[in-house]
């Protein structure tokens, strides 16, 4: 690529990149004075971006996104998922070993967590290999996890919509005390379910956010509760530790 076609295609992502949640609609003028280049040169990467449909100009002479750059976040989501499968893999594969238990990655996915991908230790006689994304949010770790991230609008909404229904004798059944798990897991950062699911499993969920601290989706472990309860402290560190490696990987 020649130096004066990559300049001008840095510049057109320079103009697409001025626009934000607080600058939705731009004068060409204010495009100029962000990236400190003349009108004219703008302007014609301007016309280029609005004859393919990337950038919008509405009655008034703003400038916009336009639908041909807006349509391409349908495949956003697929993307994302691939891209979180293969940078937490190897660390995935690190911790089931090391610490012999499973390790399942979820992403977020209108406002639950899905389990996307999920690996089993070597080189362990006992694995949880049952985990699922539609059980209870309330009584699983990663389930709570979504809670506890959840606006308070959300979060009164989802408590509205459900009973907390015992499914072990260790579940959570009252807001109240629920409510109180949740802001522990916001005060540790990491959320810990003690066989609120079933009776002898329990599992530790650590949090993976995106680079403007939402919640984006979690990797977990899970295995036999006595076992989770002696390596509790280990588990919790080297989550947290993935989490943060693969955060900077993929942000």
Not at 28 to 49: C, E, P
Not at 122 to 127: A, K, L, Q, R, T
Not at 207 to 234: E, M, Q, W
Request: aromatic residues 8%; glycine residues 4%; proline residues 2%.
């Amino acid at each position: 690529m020649s130096y004066n076609l990559w300049k001008g295609l840095q510049r057109a992502i320079d103009i697409i990149n001025c626009f934000d949640d607080d600058h939705t609609e731009l004068t060409l003028t204010q495009i100029s004075q962000i990236l400190d280049l003349n009108k004219s040169t703008v302007h014609g990467i301007l016309h280029t971006l609005y004859d393919n449909g990337y950038i919008f100009q509405n009655n008034e002479g703003r400038y916009l996104l336009g639908q041909a750059l807006l349509s391409k976040s349908r495949y956003s989501h697929s993307t994302n998922k691939t891209l979180l499968t293969v940078t937490a893999k190897p660390y995935m594969i690190q911790l089931s070993n090391k610490h012999k238990v499973t390790s399942n990655l979820f992403i977020m996915v209108q406002e639950k967590l899905m389990l996307l991908h999920q690996m089993l230790p070597s080189n362990s006689i006992y694995n949880i290999s049952h985990v699922s994304d539609n059980d209870p949010m309330y009584c699983t770790a990663s389930g709570k996890l979504t809670l506890a991230n959840m606006t308070e609008d959300a979060l009164k909404a989802y408590l509205k919509s459900i009973e907390l229904t015992p499914s072990s004798p260790f579940t959570i059944t009252t807001q109240e005390a629920l409510l109180k798990s949740l802001e522990e897991i916001k005060r540790l950062g990491y959320s810990y379910e003690n066989q609120e699911l079933g009776e002898g499993v329990s599992a530790i969920s650590v949090p993976i956010y995106n680079k403007s601290g939402t919640l984006f989706g979690a990797i977990s472990a899970c295995g036999i509760s006595s076992y989770i309860v002696r390596i509790h402290d280990a588990i919790v560190t080297d989550f947290k530790c993935a989490s943060k490696r693969i955060t900077k990987e993929m942000f």
